[in-house]
């Protein structure tokens, strides 16, 4: 006896998975054009409190009607010793009840060529000295600071005013 017609019907759940279309292979990169990702902007940097001397103290200081009580030099450090040792002498001298130190930071590496420049770390203890008064370990104990003038440092120099505790 031959049953008629063909295979029979296969149940759903017994039925073989859908074959996935294919997709288009990946470009390849030619040797002449580079590959260049997606632009993404820069994020924006959180911006430092500013907690400027107050100018009439800076007049002061600078023209030594007001002594520096101290002076520390960061010259050599990485920016953790720099840190650390900052944070240490400003709880020092807050203790003693010292009011103005003279945090000398350098000015940093200054090149003619703009590529070296950019890819070395230029002047980073001289930028990371406002953050780091800012910090909240730091700020307690500070009420401002400013640059030095061209006499103690200039650039490459701050004061910085401490609070009384």
Not at 117 to 134: C, F, N, Q, V, Y
Request: proline share 13%; charged share 25%.
């Amino acid at each position: 006896m031959k049953l008629g017609g063909g295979p029979l019907p296969v149940p759903e759940e017994f039925a073989p998975p859908p074959v996935p279309e294919k997709k288009a292979p990946p470009k390849k990169l030619t040797p002449g054009k580079p590959f260049l990702p997606p632009y993404v902007p820069p994020k924006p940097i959180a911006s430092v409190p500013d907690k400027a001397l107050d100018p009439d103290i800076h007049k002061k200081v600078r023209r030594g009607r007001i002594e520096i009580d101290g002076k520390i030099d960061l010259h050599g450090m990485t920016q953790a010793e720099a840190r650390e040792a900052l944070y240490r002498y400003i709880v020092t001298r807050v203790s003693y009840g010292a009011r103005t130190i003279l945090v000398i930071t350098g000015k940093g590496i200054k090149t003619d060529n703009d590529y070296i420049s950019a890819m070395s770390e230029r002047g980073i203890l001289r930028t990371m000295l406002p953050i780091w008064l800012s910090e909240p370990s730091m700020a307690p104990l500070v009420s401002g600071w400013s640059m030095a003038a061209r006499g103690h440092g200039g650039e490459g120099a701050w004061y910085v005013r401490l609070r009384r505790i």
